[in-house]
């Protein structure tokens, strides 16, 4: 059953994504600390429609309860988890 105020933290593994680095980003769920793992869904995506508009922002791009994160690394997107937790 889904809980309910669950983060969620999208991944994509599209074409632009993955060559810009995605492909590290798949370890994340693995890395989300044990108390965090509870409160955190995570979704892949084969294109998160980011990379075609792309003039300010670059890929890999991580969506984390709808806020973008843009070159994304597992640093980054644990952060944003962290802070979404912690309220
Ligand atoms: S390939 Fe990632 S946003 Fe399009």
Known sequence: MEEAGK???E???GT???VMGASKLQEIESIIPPQYRKRVEVKAHTCLDLC???TYMKAPFV???GEIISEATVEKVLKAIESKVNG
């Open 7 to 9: 983060i969620l933290v």
């Open 11 to 13: 991944l994509c593994f």
């Open 16 to 18: 632009t994504c993955f």
């Open 52 to 54: 075609k508009n792309a």
């Open 63 to 65: 969506k984390v309860d």
